[in-house]
């Protein structure tokens, strides 16, 4: 599975931004999908994440800022940001992985090559 992670961009405190992951090479509707973040100086954080069957979970940081959806059709994940501030930006990756996986990025077989999002105060 390869995967594509775009929409990443330079925003204002209290902006919005909708982050794609498209994956490519085999269809994941039966993947678990995670966004995950690494700010400059830190390691690499839990944010989001989606079964297969739908269920989500977020990081408490961005609980009621930030959704996480999946089309599978478009073999495709998204995360919509809202409410965007400062702590935020970081380089954001989507990973993926068959069947079940929890918070830890190890747990994760297939990661994208990141995008950047910046928040200006």
């Known amino acids: 599975v390869q995967l594509q992670a775009s929409g990443g961009g330079l925003v204002q405190a209290g902006g919005s931004l909708r982050l794609s992951c498209a994956a490519s090479?085999?269809?994941?509707?039966?993947?678990?999908v995670g966004w995950f973040r690494q700010a400059p100086g830190k390691g690499r954080e839990f944010v989001a994440a989606i079964s297969w069957s739908g269920g989500t979970y977020y990081a408490d940081s961005v609980k009621g800022r930030f959704t996480i959806s999946r089309d599978n059709a478009k073999n495709t994940v998204y995360l919509r940001m809202n409410s965007l501030q400062p702590e935020d930006t970081a380089v954001y990756y989507c990973a993926a992985t068959p069947g079940y996986a929890g918070l830890g990025a190890h747990e994760y077989d297939y990661w994208g090559q990141g995008t950047q999002v910046t928040v200006s105060s």
């Open positions: 090479g085999r269809t994941f509707s039966t993947y678990v």
